[in-house]
């Protein structure tokens, strides 16, 4: 059974840093896409950053990039979203998912496995 745990949400001010955490657990996710994805309120979710498990390059939705970087650690079997120069828009709960694929995909129905959500608020 597949899991993805998200955790490191909290309020930060604008500018401020954050670093969102994903565990996987459950199976081998070598051959995964791992993928992180926002749903403001009244908006729809939003791709915002993938990789692949067994390494490549990082892709990033243009909101972020240059802000936002995405990371695994294979030991820990973890993923990070580190996000720095917050801003108010990027106030969001924001979503870990696995992505069976092998190649990055920025449709959220393309993901085949989701976290709970964490809350990430940023004030102005």
């Known amino acids: 059974q597949v899991q993805l745990v998200e955790s490191g949400g909290g309020l930060v001010q604008a500018g401020g840093s954050l670093r969102l955490s994903c565990a996987a657990s459950g199976r081998t996710f070598g051959h995964y896409v791992m993928g992180w994805f926002r749903q403001a309120p009244g908006k729809e979710r939003e791709f915002v950053a993938a990789i692949s498990w067994n390494g490549g390059r990082p892709y990033y939705a243009d909101s972020v990039k240059g802000r936002f970087t995405i990371s695994i650690d294979n030991a820990k079997n973890t993923v990070y979203l580190q996000m720095n120069s917050l801003k108010p828009e990027d106030t969001a709960v924001y979503y870990c998912?696995?992505?069976?694929?092998?190649?990055?995909?920025?449709?959220?129905?393309?993901?085949?496995?989701w976290g709970q959500g964490t809350q990430v608020t940023v004030s102005s």
């Open positions: 998912a696995a992505d069976a694929s092998v190649t990055i995909a920025t449709s959220m129905y393309t993901y085949d496995y």
